[in-house]
């Protein structure tokens, strides 16, 4: 998912492009979250309707902050069937269809206490140390059950539950029916294809309009029902973060408020460290990008490759480089490489390069920056190729580098190292003032 918008400060000399993040949605922090978790365990409960967003934030909190998700809806039709089992193998529940007729049928069969007892076990079971719980289901079947309309028993198995592994805070993200909008210009008319439909179709159209409406409008009534008694025993410790995602257009200002969220409660994102890896076709490319702020290492392919044996051919040209890189790398270092020597000649019996995109856009949006990184002196889209060589590796190819060149480089850097990757280090390498080698 997009990380942040993209706004232009226009200058005179229009060399420098900005990132800015979307704003945030509002919400509210209740006062009785601690200021850390006090456990080994953190635990937060997460709650949201229809149309609230609920299952992208929980991709969130897992991709970027290391939460394991626990959903209700999977501990049902994942355990129930094992609990509810029948000596007739022919009476047996083997399809989830099957599962909510049987709630269906009996709705005293879920129990909160069974349900919490198959989480304690997971939780006790697993190494994770982060959890994020869904406990309230969007199945109507589940939602019918006895014990999801009774206050005190929620109150009582969120009581026991917290002796053993104490709720850090729940995540509350509330939506009301985005209002239609009737503002229509004085000269507006409707699309052709509306025109031309009988006043019966139109009539017809209205009303499953209304319909639909009207199904949403119940299912986010039950779905609130279910879950406002975990929710108040939350809000009576002071431990709710309340979102509000009724004006959401779009995924960017949720994510910027997860974020922003998050830092509030001190946690820090979890994201994995990934190299980058830049080629261009000659030094002038470096005057729209600031090395420094991406922690970048210049380097030119003839100084690298100084012996006739890595300059045989484009195999041994790569594999050279990388070996060279992979020799000298520290962590968390970038390169930019000049590529004035290589050659362009076919490679074959390769597989396919597994990705390739091509687009125009920040060197950012493949970089994991310091949420506190000063502003760069100079930042511009740049159209490149990217080529995803391994999960925490990407090589970037700055127009105007051949597509079809960049695409043989992927396939040969993505190649397994073996003991003859070398590299013959030239006589007459020097380090610049900056660390590069010019």
Same mark, same amino acid.
């Given at each position: 998912?997009?990380?942040?918008?993209?706004?232009?400060?226009?200058?005179?000399?229009?060399?420098?492009?900005?990132?800015?993040?979307?704003?945030?949605?509002?919400?509210?922090?209740?006062?009785?979250?601690?200021?850390?978790?006090?456990?080994?365990?953190?635990?937060?409960?997460?709650?949201?309707?229809?149309?609230?967003?609920?299952?992208?934030?929980?991709?969130?909190?897992?991709?970027?902050?290391?939460?394991?998700?626990?959903?209700?809806?999977?501990?049902?039709?994942?355990?129930?069937?094992?609990?509810?089992?029948?000596?007739?193998?022919?009476?047996?529940?083997?399809?989830?269809?099957?599962?909510? $007729?049987?709630?269906?049928?009996? +709705?005293?069969?879920?129990?909160?206490?069974?349900?919490?007892?198959?989480?304690?076990?997971?939780?006790?079971?697993?190494?994770?140390?982060?959890?994020?719980?869904?406990?309230?289901?969007?199945?109507?079947?589940?939602?019918?059950? $006895?014990?999801?309309?009774?206050?005190?028993?929620?109150?009582?198995?969120?009581?026991?539950?917290?002796?053993?592994?104490?709720?850090?805070?729940?995540?509350?993200?509330?939506?009301?029916?985005? &209002?239609?909008?009737?503002?229509?210009?004085?000269?507006?008319?409707?699309?052709?294809?509306?025109?031309?439909?009988?006043?019966?179709?139109?009539?017809?159209?209205?009303?499953?309009?209304?319909?639909?409406?009207?199904?949403?409008?119940?299912?986010?009534?039950?779905?609130?029902?279910?879950?406002?008694?975990?929710?108040?025993?939350?809000?009576?410790?002071?431990?709710?973060?309340?979102?509000?995602?009724?004006?959401?257009?779009?995924?960017?200002?949720?994510?910027?408020?997860?974020?922003?969220?998050?830092?509030?409660?001190?946690?820090?994102?979890?994201?994995?460290?990934?190299?980058?890896?830049?080629?261009? +076709?000659?030094?002038?490319?470096?005057?729209?990008?600031?090395?420094?702020?991406?922690?970048?290492?210049?380097?030119?392919?003839?100084?690298?490759?100084?012996?006739?044996?890595?300059?045989?051919?484009?195999?041994?040209?790569?594999?050279?480089?990388?070996?060279?890189?992979?020799?000298?790398?520290?962590?968390?270092?970038?390169?930019?490489?000049?590529?004035?020597?290589?050659?362009?000649? &076919?490679?074959?019996?390769?597989?396919?390069?597994?990705?390739?995109?091509?687009?125009?856009?920040?060197? $950012?949006?493949?970089?994991?920056?310091?949420?506190?990184?000063?502003?760069?002196?100079?930042?511009?889209?740049?159209?490149?190729?990217?080529?995803?060589?391994?999960?925490?590796?990407?090589?970037?190819?700055?127009?105007?580098?051949?597509?079809?060149?960049?695409?043989?480089?992927?396939?040969?850097?993505?190649?397994?190292? +073996?003991?003859?990757? +070398?590299?013959?280090?030239?006589?007459? $390498?020097?380090?610049?003032?900056?660390?590069?080698?010019?």
């Amino acid at each position: 998912a997009p990380m942040r918008a993209i706004r232009v400060t226009h200058k005179s000399d229009a060399a420098v492009e900005e990132f800015s993040q979307p704003k945030a949605l509002p919400y509210t922090i209740g006062a009785g979250i601690p200021t850390r978790p006090n456990t080994q365990k953190l635990v937060i409960f997460i709650f949201g309707g229809p149309q609230s967003s609920k299952g992208f934030a929980t991709h969130e909190l897992i991709t970027q902050y290391g939460f394991h998700s626990i959903n209700v809806e999977e501990i049902v039709l994942g355990y129930l069937p094992s609990r509810f089992k029948n000596p007739s193998p022919e009476e047996e529940l083997k399809t989830a269809n099957e599962i909510q $007729d049987y709630l269906k049928k009996d +709705t005293g069969a879920l129990s909160l206490d069974w349900i919490f007892s198959v989480i304690m076990g997971k939780i006790a079971g697993s190494m994770h140390q982060r959890f994020v719980l869904d406990i309230i289901p969007a199945l109507s079947s589940m939602l019918r059950a $006895d014990s999801y309309s009774s206050e005190d028993e929620s109150k009582r198995v969120l009581q026991d539950f917290e002796r053993t592994y104490p709720v850090f805070c729940a995540l509350d993200f509330t939506v009301s029916l985005r &209002p239609m909008t009737t503002d229509k210009k004085e000269n507006e008319k409707p699309p052709a294809e509306k025109q031309n439909l009988s006043s019966e179709m139109k009539t017809f159209l209205k009303g499953i309009d209304e319909a639909d409406k009207g199904r949403l409008e119940k299912r986010m009534d039950t779905y609130n029902k279910c879950a406002a008694p975990f929710i108040s025993y939350f809000s009576k410790t002071k431990r709710v973060v309340k979102v509000d995602v009724s004006s959401q257009p779009s995924a960017e200002p949720l994510t910027a408020t997860i974020i922003d969220v998050m830092h509030e409660l001190r946690f820090t994102r979890a994201l994995p460290y990934s190299r980058v890896i830049l080629f261009v +076709t000659d030094f002038s490319a470096f005057e729209r990008i600031d090395l420094a702020y991406y922690n970048m290492k210049r380097l030119r392919m003839s100084d690298i490759l100084s012996s006739r044996s890595d300059n045989e051919n484009l195999a041994s040209q790569v594999r050279g480089l990388k070996a060279y890189i992979d020799r000298v790398s520290i962590p968390k270092e970038n390169y930019a490489i000049v590529a004035d020597v290589l050659h362009q000649e &076919p490679v074959k019996g390769k597989k396919r390069t597994s990705f390739v995109e091509q687009r125009r856009c920040f060197i $950012d949006e493949y970089l994991v920056l310091s949420r506190n990184a000063p502003k760069p002196t100079v930042r511009q889209r740049l159209k490149m190729s990217a080529i995803a060589t391994a999960p925490d590796e990407t090589l970037l190819f700055v127009d105007p580098f051949p597509a079809a060149l960049a695409a043989k480089v992927g396939l040969l850097w993505s190649e397994r190292p +073996t003991s003859r990757d +070398t590299i013959t280090p030239s006589p007459t $390498d020097k380090n610049g003032a900056n660390g590069d080698i010019l």
